[in-house]
């Protein structure tokens, strides 16, 4: 008796280890990312195959959903062993990628930071480098706060100094590789640690004020020649500039440097409430399959289908910070904090492009953008929280 007492108890413990509350709205997700994916490459005239494209997709969540089994396994101690030999791999990687980069991608987009491994197939380090980035960020913020248990000024600004140690060679790399909107996902990931790490308020408050006075004199700068000049001088591209453009004006050139921002917007005006039915497309959008797929969810489902996408993403957040707060386990709970903030950005940078609010990026929207290094990048990041319920679960059995 006692013993399938004992039995009907492990079996509790294992399933309730498995958070469902984060799995489902991920797989929501991947379901309209395929649909929608469909609908952008069945009216691409570009696009060779649409089969392939979507089988494509279908391996990297494959690969993706394989990975978070993985991780689901790893045990903190293991993660924390190998935070650093991960971190160390990944600037590796980065800094092969100034030699070895994509040249033909290069020259269409602006950017060198793909690799390209064969034929369509491309890869780009600075999406799992992300993760690197955050476990790492968190094993410097866990290390510091175990040493120091009475903070003092002087030691938070320790704390930042072994943060912009870590950070710096990270986004150096990537501005060399001339990718300015990745660069801004690993500050927001950045100021989402900062701001969870004890830091005290004297030094937050006017380290939020200097972003803001340093963002508000960028804006300044790019709406005057001679600011472009001093900007151009300390490293920003044409390019960037014309988004910037484009943003603050999306019609003055609908035929050429805006034409992207232009029809992404009205392709979603157009679906009004309801949207137009599922694989319409009566507004053609550049490459709308990767950072553009918003738009064919808004001309295709409207504002209703919109806002269950967004609805999702809120789900999903929320279910993520339950599991940041329940974990006792300080070393997962900043991990988790850089995940969040990482998602955050993505879909409120990757939304407010597609609707006019922000310049684009080429950020892609999690789970949903076609790309296999970003949707096995937002996986292992799934894994990862996945992780900490189902560890703790295997502790108490």
């Keep these: 008796m006692e013993k399938r007492i004992s039995q009907r108890n492990s079996q509790y413990l294992s399933s309730n280890r498995i958070d ?6 991920v797989f929501l997700l991947c379901l309209v990312g395929m649909t929608s994916l469909y609908t952008a490459l069945s009216h691409d005239p570009n696009n060779p195959s649409v089969l392939r494209g979507l089988l494509m997709q279908g391996l990297w969540y494959a690969l993706g959903t394989v990975a978070i ?63 690197a980035f955050i476990m790492m960020l968190a094993l410097v913020v866990t290390s510091h706060n175990v040493k120091h248990k009475n903070r003092t000024l002087t030691t938070d600004w320790e704390l930042i100094g072994k943060m912009l140690a870590v950070t710096l060679p990270v986004v150096g790399l990537v501005l060399a590789q001339k990718d ?16 969870m790490s004890g830091i005290s308020w004297r030094i937050i408050i006017p380290a939020l004020a200097i972003m803001v006075i340093l963002a508000g004199g960028v804006l300044f700068l790019v709406m005057t020649d001679t600011g472009r000049d001093i900007l151009t001088h300390i490293g920003f591209q044409e390019y960037q500039f014309k988004r910037i453009d ?11 440097d805006s034409m992207q921002q232009a029809y992404g917007m009205m392709a979603i005006g157009s679906g009004q409430m309801v949207g137009k039915g599922f694989n319409v497309s009566d507004v053609y959008v550049p490459v709308r399959e990767s950072d553009m797929i918003f738009t064919v969810i808004g001309e295709n489902f409207g504002f209703i289908g919109s806002a269950f996408v967004i609805l999702l993403y809120f789900l999903l957040i929320y279910q993520m910070i339950k599991v940041c707060y329940d974990t006792n386990n300080e070393f997962y709970t900043y991990i988790s904090s850089g995940i969040i903030m990482m998602l955050l950005f993505h879909v409120f940078e990757n939304i407010g492009a597609n609707i006019g609010l ?29 992780s900490m319920p189902y560890q703790a679960g295997a502790t108490k059995a």
């Design 20 to 25: 469902y509350g984060v799995i489902l709205p």
């Design 246 to 256: 484009s943003w603050l004006d999306p019609f003055h050139d609908i035929q050429g």
């Design 180 to 195: 300015f909107g990745t660069m801004l996902v690993f500050l927001a990931i950045f100021g989402g640690v900062f701001l």
């Design 358 to 386: 922000l310049p684009l990026t080429g950020i892609p929207l999690p789970f949903i953008s076609q790309g296999g290094s970003s949707i096995l990048s937002n996986m292992i990041g799934i894994g990862l929280i996945l």
């Design 69 to 131: 089994v993985l991780i689901m396994q790893m045990k903190s101690k293991w993660l924390w062993r190998l935070t650093p030999y991960i971190y160390g791999l990944g600037l590796a990687v980065m800094l092969a990628l100034l030699k070895f980069y994509d040249k033909s991608l290069a020259a269409s987009t602006g950017s060198r930071n793909w690799f390209r491994i064969t034929g369509n197939l491309t890869f780009q380090p600075a999406e799992l480098m992300k993760i």
